[in-house]
């Protein structure tokens, strides 16, 4: 299988083919080409400015791009020189992976599950529901019943999903590698899996199931509820992070698999019982990256493999065999009418966007509401919206230190606001950083810095003395990602910030050294993921950190033991992962993975001592205690203000 032609749009990372139209995804862009001459594709449009762009799917001359923290683009591509962005989505978490059944849009948002999007307008998307599958990659949905690659948990989960607003697991598989693509044709479900193989003991490469978890499993679906392991055949042993993606699509007697840096592979599945490899390409090696660039998505065409090169090009590649795919026939779902919840426990705000964050100015609550913007909102005696404030970008989290307020806005950078004598609230300043989203802000008392969560890894501080004139005085990226609110509220012994990255854990920063904040030299070297946090206790001196091992720890600046030498504090039959808020003896565990809000006390900090355990169907981020009153920004399930505790104190 050789190379024929590199189309010269750069590095991208998915493709689709739908009749004589290519579409193309990279660096921000959608490139749109003609391929009535399938070897020789020609561009015909371009749209930019897509952000972090992941996976497309094509229907109906709509393109529906997810972009990782960037949500979901949604672009007319009926004319394919001028494609024009219709809306913006803001998806729940990560958005990674899409499929569009009829009217109903299916976003893989990672470890929060998937996201059942009502695109009937393509040009106002309105969230539905969320299944909570575990770690989802990627996702295909056909007659009401969907199937999602799930990753960390190896496995093949399906969910009927007729009833949109109500999907339901009904099955769980186990894979012999990381889940990710799917395809279903007939009777059949093609899954791609990669990394290490489900008999890994030990994480290196002494044991035969690590990196030996690439291939191609292949389910009878006949019964969605009881899948039937068919066949399996392994790609090439390989591990190296950085790409962890693959993707499987099949057209007549044949599958194509793309496994990223081991390449795209042609398997015959016309025995599908025994399948085998035919055809492989390796794109070619990076030099500077030392490995082959990645496959990071794919499209077939008539006689050609359209290749998506993660770090090269969009790649055309002969494959004699290759023949377009037949849309299989389905049965979408309908969606039913929206009937308001009941809920005796909450006082509820439900604005129109997504409610990430809530902060309070005096007793008015200034709520973070996603693609709704900034509201300003009176919650006591009873809840009334006082002023909307229109963002730039999703509106993701918020801050008040003194008379301003600062609103992280995601692609529109860092917003600064000035709270005038009545009240309202009048632009200030802005800071950006050009092609990045900024997801978190915190502002420590002394109101002179604001620290920034930036891009995929980047923790930035900027002196905000001059509201009107930010200024970056410090970029650390390290390595991992800041998957969301990641930097840790307050200051312990009132000058160290800490943010974390996911693979080499807590970094300290003295904000107030004798020039400009510095690294401190601190490094908490341990491994911690989206759904782990840190609060500095009210000691001032000591900070609580959650863990993905149903407790937290206690930690200081000068920690450098492991998690397991550390003592860990928990409460027997509960896990105690989540963004954690302390507010004197009471601990808040926010868990937005599967939606549950622990509210702990902590008057004793070794024995923990549950007060209750909410149970939500939207996704909670950091609590806020106001007047004594738990406040609870849940996602698209609201602002909710918990009207008391299980011990029924009243919160007022």
């Not at 990710?180 to 479900?189: E, I, K, N, P, Y």
């Not at 919650?379 to 919206?385: D, E, G, H, Q, Y």
């Not at 509220?489 to 107030?512: I, K, N, Q």
């Not at 981020?621 to 505790?645: D, F, R, S």
Request: hydrophobic share 40%; net charge neutral.
């Amino acid at each position: 299988m050789e190379i024929v032609k590199d189309l010269g749009v750069g590095r991208c990372m998915d493709v689709a083919a739908v009749r004589d139209r290519l579409y193309v995804i990279g660096s921000g862009k959608l490139h749109v080409l003609d391929i009535t001459q399938s070897h020789s594709p020609e561009l015909l449009g371009t749209l930019t400015n897509l952000g972090h762009t992941r996976q497309i799917e094509v229907q109906n001359d709509v393109a529906y791009i997810t972009a990782r923290e960037d949500g979901v683009f949604i672009v007319d591509v009926s004319n394919s020189a001028k494609p024009r962005l219709l809306s913006h989505y803001n998806a729940i978490e990560l958005a990674t992976g899409i499929a569009i059944s009829g009217k109903v849009a299916f976003v893989a948002c990672r470890t929060y599950g998937v996201e059942l999007v009502d695109v009937s307008d393509p040009g106002k998307p309105l969230h539905l529901s969320t299944i909570r599958t575990g770690e989802a990659q990627s996702c295909v949905a056909r007659d009401g019943i969907l199937y999602v690659g799930v990753w960390g948990s190896k496995e093949l989960v399906i969910c009927d999903a007729k009833n949109p607003r109500a999907p339901q697991i009904i099955s769980k598989t186990p894979l012999d590698g990381y889940g990710d693509g799917l395809c279903v044709r007939g009777s059949h479900c093609f899954v791609a899996t990669g990394h290490h193989s489900r008999s890994m003991r030990k994480r290196d490469e002494s044991d035969p199931g690590f990196g030996n978890g690439h291939g191609l499993e292949i389910f009878d679906i006949t019964q969605p509820e009881e899948p039937a392991f068919v066949s399996r055949i392994k790609a090439p042993r390989y591990y190296r992070i950085g790409m962890d993606m693959w993707d499987v699509a099949v057209s007549g007697n044949y599958a194509y698999l793309a496994d990223t840096y081991n390449g795209a592979f042609v398997v015959d599945i016309s025995d599908i019982e025994r399948p085998s490899f035919v055809g492989h390409r390796q794109l070619a090696h990076v030099k500077s990256r030392k490995a082959s660039s990645p496959v990071a998505g794919f499209a077939i065409g008539k006689g050609v493999v359209y290749a998506a090169g993660a770090w090269t090009d969009l790649h055309v590649i002969d494959a004699p065999m290759a023949e377009p795919a037949k849309s299989e026939p389905d049965t979408p779902p309908v969606i039913p009418p929206f009937t308001p919840a009941q809920n005796d426990r909450f006082h509820v705000y439900k604005p129109d966007g997504q409610v990430w964050a809530v902060a309070f100015a005096n007793d008015v609550a200034l709520v973070a509401c996603g693609s709704a913007g900034l509201h300003a909102v009176q919650l006591w005696p009873s809840i009334s919206k006082l002023a909307e404030y229109p963002t730039e970008g999703f509106a993701v989290d918020v801050k008040v230190q003194g008379d301003h307020v600062y609103v992280a806005e995601s692609k529109g950078g860092l917003s600064i606001w000035k709270r005038e004598q009545d009240g309202t609230l009048a632009a200030a300043g802005r800071f950006r950083v050009r092609g990045q989203s900024i997801k978190q802000v915190v502002v420590p008392p002394r109101g002179n810095y604001a620290l920034l969560d930036v891009g995929q890894s980047s923790f930035y501080i900027i002196d905000v003395t001059d509201p009107a004139t930010p200024k970056k005085v410090l970029k650390d990226v390290r390595h991992g990602l800041l998957y969301g609110y990641q930097i840790a509220e307050g200051l312990l012994e009132d000058r160290y910030a800490c943010c974390f990255w996911h693979v080499t854990g807590f970094y300290w920063y003295d904000l107030y050294s004798e020039n400009t904040p510095v690294y401190s030299g601190d490094n908490f070297c341990v491994r911690a993921g989206a759904n782990n946090g840190m609060a500095v206790l009210p000691n001032g001196k000591d900070a609580l950190v959650t863990t993905n091992r149903r407790a937290y720890v206690v930690v200081n600046r000068q920690e450098r033991r492991s998690l397991e030498e550390l003592p860990r504090y928990g409460i027997k039959g509960r896990k105690l992962s989540g963004k954690p808020s302390i507010y004197g003896n009471t601990l808040y565990v926010a868990d937005r993975f599967w939606g549950r809000v622990s509210i702990v006390d902590i008057s004793s900090i070794r024995e923990p001592r549950l007060i209750e355990e909410l149970a939500l169907e939207g996704n909670p981020c950091l609590v806020v205690e106001h007047n004594g009153a738990p406040v609870i920004p849940a996602g698209y399930q609201g602002l909710l203000v918990l009207k008391e505790t299980k011990e029924g104190s009243e919160a007022k």
